[in-house]
């Protein structure tokens, strides 16, 4: 008898996979172990619970257990915990209740996701102090600033989950202090970008702190204050949002190959070094359509994605679980910012490109409509081929234009051919150059 | 000496022409005539203006003659008349204050653009009755519509103009009712398009009309009613938007060719069957990106970036005008409409292609996060090659996604590659599988 397909946890890629398997080949058991109680939960939604936009924490849950068990027949056990995983005897050691057993596996799909970087602050263990990476965190955060309406906030870490914390916090009645040790906010989406969102986040009362790295956070029971090198300033709530980390802890100790990221290394169907164990999300690697090399982004969409894809592979149709080009979308209040490919010079040059690079600010509408906003487009191409290697847009509405430039890149587009695209084009939608366009426009001529 | 770059009209083909061969070789003599006052206007604001968000008709021009002359060094004659091309002498004929000369050219540039097609109604004459595709049409609708503040108005066609007119009238005012002669409004979206705009329209009290010829109108000076097959319907204003063609006369005239759709046949440089004489915009033709073939589509972005290609190739660096995939864009009111490729799988036929498509309906947003829209998207692909054909959208926000298909179809992509694509997500911004990627994704089941 085939033995059934395991999967070792029970958000984006499990689920995905577990419910394509299942359509799939509705004989195929598939067995999910999830360690926690949420599954398939939107990570991503979070901070909007905690700002108060969205109403209950279940709203981010996008199948309840009673739905997989039911409705798709998967054999989903939460609070079940696998401790080991034997690639040699094919089987998992799972936790749960106290107790211990083995299971089989056909195969095996490792989707054990990340988790947030702890650094090594004093004061870390203080009521008050949060990372934000589950659904319990989530909650436990909201349940705070509900408890203590907070006066003061600090958040720690200038990328998406800090922007978007500040936000929230900001929302709820606290003045915000948002310290990042790098001299720029969202370092992965350049410098053009990053300018435009410090710029925003001031006018928006968000106190600043570049180039300022925390120690620690001190207090009685509870979080009081920041502490810098050079001063400490008052916080009632601190949220750290320094960056996530695998988690291939488990991987590791089954001598499943990591590669040179840190995450889970992977064949182009998600494969690990061993044939009938599979990774994806959050722990594994992904290939990167400009470099051609391993990146890790831990991202939802790609996720799903690999997940759904070896659901089919397992299931007997082998499916690529697709390149990732790196796009990313944040709103930090009323801007929208997003990025794809390489942004950054530096970062191209590293990969073995001549980079040219160009910023414009264009209209998002005909400039005599109603509402049209500014756009900020950045482009970055290789010089030698002409290639597009990667973009950055940031504007008040507009946002998701980067999907052109992503578009692009899986083509192994060059400026000259992006600049050609027919976009589409009315007064209430966008200039006859779309921004983009016109950020190929004078890129190209740059390049010639 | 080097005869002038000759350009004959002043809107968006021309003027690109002529400023982006100025800006190369500022020796080079530019000459451009322009029969009419106005040059590089906006054609596609004009309901904009009467509808009144757009308060002055010169905010639709984005250079005034003064600026073509003084800052770029054009030799701009307005008010001239280009009547005579003679592509053996080399010359045109030019008629301006009622006498005629002969201009010399080295290269000539045929930009004529199009005019509105006048049906053979009774009662065109009458007061009131309108085309709309200049700016002295919207200056008069404008006029007509401020001084009789029509109670009913008729717009016969509904294609882009005709519906950006019902929604201009019904914000002055009127009672509008719109005849369309086929089942449906606009034709080139697509049946899933057509349906929720007709739906839309209604809720916004257009009477619609499908199916349903004009034969005149009727009234005494001015128009009063609008005759039907079966009935009279008052109209203080008619509008006639049933489409556009290309003025070829000029061309006709002179032995420049003209291509199967009636307008002028191009090579990929924008050159005619004259070496030195070149057709850009609403008067030429285009090759379709996706069936290879010569295609009409008068559009801005087609005939800016001709114009600028051509202005290039004049002045020594010879440069493609690009494909047209005849991506478009509407508001209907609330709506927004877009289209690209081919939509209809008849068409898909005709060409050669067996299409198969999908309509599926997503939302632009986390489905948890607020302002979250449905968002119709139609795809088509080749069942033989799996390549994509075209698409649609239809939504109150995101109708610009439509680009990543219009991208996608430059690319030649095949729907397996647009299922890979990887798109931004945040909540506020779209769901995990953005909803092309979900059209693509049960397209692709549907490919299998």
Same mark, same amino acid.
Request: with cysteine.
């Given at each position: 008898?085939?033995?059934?397909?395991?999967?070792?946890?029970?958000?984006?890629?499990?689920?995905?996979?577990?419910?394509?398997?299942?359509?799939?080949?509705?004989?195929?058991?598939?067995?999910?172990?999830?360690?926690?109680?949420?599954?398939?939960?939107?990570?991503?939604?979070?901070?909007? /619970?905690?700002?108060?936009?969205?109403?209950?924490?279940?709203?981010?849950?996008?199948?309840?257990?009673?739905?997989?068990?039911?409705?798709?027949?998967?054999?989903?056990?939460?609070?079940?915990?696998?401790?080991?995983?034997?690639?040699?005897?094919?089987?998992?050691?799972?936790?749960?209740?106290?107790?211990?057993?083995?299971?089989?596996?056909?195969?095996?799909?490792?989707?054990?996701?990340?988790?947030?970087?702890?650094?090594?602050?004093?004061?870390?263990?203080?009521?008050?102090?949060?990372?934000?990476?589950?659904?319990?965190?989530?909650?436990?955060?909201?349940?705070?600033?509900?408890?203590?309406?907070?006066?003061?906030?600090?958040?720690?870490?200038?990328? /998406?989950?800090?922007?978007?914390?500040?936000?929230?916090?900001?929302?709820?009645?606290?003045?915000?202090?948002?310290?990042?040790?790098?001299?720029?906010?969202?370092?992965?989406?350049?410098?053009?970008?990053?300018?435009?969102?410090?710029?925003?986040?001031?006018?928006?009362?968000?106190?600043?702190?570049?180039?300022?790295?925390?120690?620690?956070?001190?207090?009685?029971?509870?979080?009081?204050?920041?502490?810098?090198?050079?001063?400490?300033?008052?916080?009632?709530?601190?949220?750290?949002?320094?960056?996530?980390?695998?988690?291939?802890?488990?991987?590791?100790?089954?001598?499943?190959?990591?590669?040179?990221? *840190?995450?889970?290394?992977?064949?182009?169907?998600?494969?690990?070094?061993?044939?009938?164990? /599979?990774?994806?999300?959050?722990?594994?690697?992904?290939?990167?359509?400009?470099?051609?090399?391993?990146?890790?982004?831990?991202?939802?969409?790609?996720?799903?994605?690999?997940?759904?894809?070896?659901?089919?592979?397992?299931?007997?149709?082998?499916?690529?679980?697709?390149?990732?080009? *790196?796009?990313?979308?944040?709103?930090?209040?009323?801007?929208? $910012?997003?990025?794809?490919?390489?942004?950054?010079?530096?970062?191209?040059?590293?990969?073995?490109?001549?980079?040219?690079?160009?910023?414009?600010?264009?209209?998002?509408?005909?400039? /005599?409509?109603?509402?049209?906003?500014?756009?900020?487009?950045?482009?970055?191409?290789?010089?030698?081929?002409?290639?597009?290697?990667?973009?950055?847009?940031?504007?008040?509405?507009?946002?998701?234009?980067?999907?052109?430039?992503?578009?692009?890149?899986?083509?192994?587009?060059?400026?000259?051919?992006?600049?050609?695209?027919?976009? $589409?084009?009315?007064?209430?939608?966008?200039?006859?150059?779309?921004?983009?366009?016109?950020?190929?426009?004078?890129?190209?001529?740059?390049?010639?």
């Amino acid at each position: 008898m085939e033995q059934p397909f395991v999967i070792v946890g029970g958000d984006a890629a499990g689920m995905s996979a577990a419910s394509k398997a299942k359509r799939e080949d509705p004989d195929r058991d598939v067995i999910v172990f999830e360690k926690g109680r949420w599954v398939s939960y939107a990570a991503c939604g979070m901070p909007y /619970y905690v700002k108060g936009e969205v109403e209950d924490l279940d709203d981010l849950v996008s199948l309840t257990p009673e739905q997989v068990v039911e409705n798709r027949n998967i054999d989903l056990r939460t609070d079940h915990e696998v401790v080991a995983i034997d690639p040699e005897s094919e089987t998992v050691t799972v936790s749960a209740d106290g107790e211990e057993f083995e299971q089989p596996y056909g195969d095996l799909l490792v989707a054990t996701g990340a988790h947030a970087v702890e650094p090594p602050f004093d004061g870390m263990d203080l009521d008050g102090v949060f990372t934000i990476h589950d659904m319990d965190e989530a909650d436990a955060i909201e349940r705070y600033v509900t408890e203590n309406m907070p006066e003061t906030a600090a958040v720690v870490g200038g990328g /998406y989950v800090g922007i978007e914390m500040a936000e929230a916090l900001s929302e709820r009645g606290a003045t915000v202090h948002l310290y990042e040790m790098l001299p720029h906010v969202l370092r992965p989406f350049g410098e053009a970008v990053a300018e435009h969102v410090e710029d925003h986040l001031r006018e928006q009362g968000v106190n600043l702190y570049l180039d300022t790295p925390v120690s620690g956070f001190k207090g009685e029971d509870a979080v009081a204050a920041v502490e810098l090198e050079a001063e400490t300033v008052p916080a009632d709530i601190a949220i750290v949002g320094v960056g996530v980390a695998p988690n291939v802890e488990l991987a590791e100790n089954a001598s499943i190959e990591l590669g040179p990221t *840190g995450a889970i290394a992977t064949d182009e169907f998600g494969r690990t070094n061993y044939e009938n164990v /599979y990774a994806a999300g959050d722990c594994a690697e992904a290939t990167n359509v400009v470099t051609g090399e391993s990146d890790h982004v831990p991202l939802a969409l790609t996720a799903n994605r690999a997940g759904r894809a070896i659901g089919q592979t397992v299931t007997g149709t082998p499916t690529r679980v697709g390149e990732i080009a *790196g796009t990313a979308i944040v709103k930090a209040f009323d801007l929208g $910012a997003a990025r794809t490919g390489i942004v950054d010079k530096e970062a191209a040059r590293e990969a073995g490109f001549d980079p040219v690079s160009v910023t414009i600010t264009d209209e998002t509408r005909a400039d /005599y409509y109603p509402g049209a906003e500014e756009l900020t487009a950045t482009l970055l191409a290789d010089r030698g081929t002409g290639k597009v290697l990667g973009g950055s847009v940031v504007g008040r509405e507009g946002a998701k234009r980067i999907d052109t430039v992503a578009t692009a890149l899986h083509a192994e587009m060059t400026v000259t051919e992006l600049q050609n695209l027919d976009l $589409a084009y009315a007064p209430p939608f966008s200039p006859v150059w779309d921004p983009i366009l016109t950020a190929a426009k004078v890129l190209g001529g740059k390049l010639e």
